[in-house]
């Protein structure tokens, strides 16, 4: 079998003309460069350069053989440059998976400027509750989703990436108007727009009116943060939302205040634990983490 650095060595012999320039090129000895052709010679059974007093000068077939190593060496080079371009976040493709509300909101920004400053980069980008989300980055189906804390199941590597708050989402009419907090008691008898059951979000807005007493009055069921904005701009009740699909969905007619007591979740960003992240995939991470951290609303 042909070993590499006697390919290596009869490249840089055939190039530069000279064992001596060969050996300065490969940082060894001119008799190791001298022993490996010898080597490569015997291996494939002919003469690779005639031995003059002014350097090799390679033989016919030695020449043929010099150009099969040429275009094998220009492939290393192809190789060499896609590391680089894989290195560099030049090309790459990173699957991604999240909750509705960030997937329309905060996410699909930051995706968009990622890919304008990484054109080579192709991002999927898939939307699912939080259970399905976390449950495709396990079975490794995505590279990397986005959801809320806490997090109980084992084997994801979990990257926090900003806290939000809960806000009350009302009509730019309504008597809550110009109100920088809103007493979750106070919404006793306000129709209520609600998200789903079953929601995380849902879960956590129940838990808080429960502790100060109050039963909703709901007057709708849906699955998106994104729908009740648009419901309360019209006018059908009021609703309880993650500050910044508040602000990424403002309709007009729409404001919002704080909500005492104050209620807060943390969103994450997670990969699964058993692979080592694509350099595409933590240059989108460290984009994510960025922006949020300046702008966490």
Not at 13 to 41: C, F, M, N, W
Not at 107 to 112: A, E, H, K, T, Y
Not at 164 to 183: I, L, M, N, Q, W
Request: proline content about 5%; some cysteine.
């Amino acid at each position: 079998m042909l070993k590499h650095r006697q390919i290596e060595a009869f490249h840089a012999a055939v190039r530069l003309g000279s064992a001596s320039a060969a050996a300065e090129a490969l940082y060894v000895t001119q008799p190791a460069v001298s022993r490996l052709i010898a080597d490569l010679e015997r291996r494939v059974g002919f003469a690779l350069f005639e031995r003059r007093q002014r350097g090799l000068h390679p033989t016919d077939d030695g020449i043929l053989l010099f150009e099969e190593v040429e275009r094998s060496f220009r492939g290393m080079d192809l190789i060499a440059e896609a590391a680089e371009a894989i290195r560099s976040h030049r090309i790459g493709r990173v699957r991604v998976i999240a909750m509705p509300a960030y997937a329309d909101g905060f996410l699909s920004r930051i995706i968009g400027d990622f890919i304008v400053k990484h054109p080579g980069i192709m991002i999927e980008l898939e939307i699912a509750p939080k259970k399905a989300t976390i449950a495709r980055v396990l079975s490794e189906q995505f590279d990397l989703g986005i959801t809320t804390l806490p997090l109980d199941e084992p084997g994801l590597q979990v990257h926090r990436l900003v806290t939000r708050e809960a806000v009350c989402v009302y009509h730019k009419s309504h008597r809550f108007r110009g109100a920088p907090t809103v007493d979750a008691a106070d919404l006793a008898e306000e129709p209520f727009v609600a998200l789903s059951t079953g929601s995380p979000f849902r879960l956590a807005i129940d838990h808080l009116l429960r502790g100060v007493g109050v039963q909703p009055r709901i007057v709708a069921e849906v699955r998106t943060q994104r729908a009740i904005c648009n419901m309360v701009a019209a006018r059908a009740g009021v609703s309880i939302l993650d500050s910044g699909v508040a602000q990424d969905f403002v309709p007009r007619h729409l404001a919002s205040a704080r909500v005492r007591p104050a209620l807060d979740w943390t969103v994450a960003a997670v990969t699964p634990q058993r692979t080592i992240p694509s350099q595409a995939t933590q240059a989108l991470l460290q984009e994510l983490a960025a922006v949020l951290q300046d702008d966490p609303a």
